[in-house]
């Protein structure tokens, strides 16, 4: 079991610290998921992944999440996901809480001061904190990012 400051202490380092921007090249055009499209201007312009997917750089932080629990959110066993501390945590957001010294992520569900921590597959059960439980609600997600298996 650890402590709230050891969690913290072991977290990873926000994306602001990182020293080098991430950018890459996007086309000038859309993609067609459906009938292809005729051939388009194949002009491409950089853009930094920073500014497209981080709105608070020093309080955003990305983790790789184990397990299935999130399934049905679209949160799959091994995703990264992007963690915004500096947002308010409400009803319905995806968070990462710390429960008994365990991360874990899961919806927020939160009716006056009742809050239980939902998972997104029904093979697993919710979080209902119990008296006395230690339960900290560490910060929202914002993105998931997958790979694409083959």
Do not use: C
């Amino acid at each position: 079991m650890y402590s709230i400051q050891e969690i913290q202490a072991n977290a990873p380092s926000p994306l602001a610290s990182s020293p080098n921007a991430a950018t890459v090249a996007v086309a000038a055009f859309s993609v067609q998921a459906g009938f292809p499209s005729p051939a388009e201007d194949h002009s491409a312009k950089r853009i930094d992944l920073n500014e497209v997917l981080i709105k608070h750089p020093l309080a955003t932080y990305l983790m790789r999440v184990s397990g299935a629990s999130m399934r049905e959110a679209g949160i799959d066993d091994g995703d990264v996901v992007l963690v915004d501390r500096a947002i308010k945590p409400s009803h319905g957001h995806v968070v990462v809480a710390v429960v008994d010294g365990d991360f874990t992520v899961k919806r927020l569900w939160k009716r006056g001061s009742n809050i239980k921590l939902k998972a997104e597959n029904p093979t697993y059960p919710d979080i209902v904190p119990k008296d006395g439980q230690t339960v900290e609600i560490w910060g929202v997600v914002t993105k998931s990012i997958k790979s694409m298996r083959a």
